[in-house]
């Protein structure tokens, strides 16, 4: 075993909201303009929740 390190964003830094809150919005106005991809994610969506029932 070793140890290893990993690097997450700090939640804590001021603006860190609003950055989460700008990215969501571009993801989301890219999403709406095709809506070939809201196809594959709502299939890929459903191809984990087969492969992990409840």
Partial sequence: ??????WMPDTRQP???QECHRQAALVAQAEA????????????LRDV????PE
Avoid at 1 to 6: D, F, L, N, T, V
Avoid at 49 to 52: A, I, P, Q, S
């Fill in 33 to 44: 303009g095709n809506p070939e991809l809201a196809r594959f994610m709502d299939a890929a």
């Fill in 1 to 6: 075993m070793r140890p290893i390190q990993i």
């Fill in 49 to 52: 929740l087969d492969d992990h």
């Fill in 15 to 17: 603006g860190f909201a």
